[in-house]
């Protein structure tokens, strides 16, 4: 059984910066290895959406647009972590963020019901 903590989150103003983690127990390396990462995000009265997405071998990653070119996600899976760094944040960015892994790719994956595992989430929250 895969567990999944998120930790990072915080307050920061627009402009800034936070990264966030997810760590993996609860399983091997290789099996870890098989499970493609997704950050999703819900703001209170919105649907959740993925934010981003990695495969396992760190070698396909996906965003939404909205956040393309402002956030990064990376793979150590030595350390079965995930990271989601934001960039530039603005206040649309507010929400909690969840990890969550799935053994689908990121292109068969894009909606929070393909997911098996998720974490229990990290509130970001972007103002003045």
């Known amino acids: 059984q895969l567990q999944l903590v998120e930790s990072g989150g915080g307050s920061v103003q627009p402009g800034g910066s936070l990264r966030l983690s997810c760590v993996a127990s609860g399983t091997s390396y290789t099996g870890y290895y098989s499970y493609t990462i997704g950050w999703f995000r819900q703001a209170p009265g919105r649907e959740r959406e993925r934010v981003s997405c990695i495969s396992p071998s760190g070698g396909s990653t996906a965003y939404l647009d909205s956040v393309k070119g402002r956030f990064a996600i990376s793979r150590d899976s030595a350390k079965k972590t995930v990271h989601l760094q934001m960039n530039s944040l603005k206040p649309e960015d507010t929400a909690v963020y969840y990890c969550?892994?799935?053994?689908?790719?990121?292109?068969?994956?894009?909606?929070?019901?393909?997911?098996?595992?998720w974490g229990q989430g990290t509130q970001v929250t972007v103002s003045v």
């Open positions: 969550a892994a799935t053994s689908l790719s990121c292109s068969g994956a894009v909606i929070g019901t393909s997911y098996q595992y």
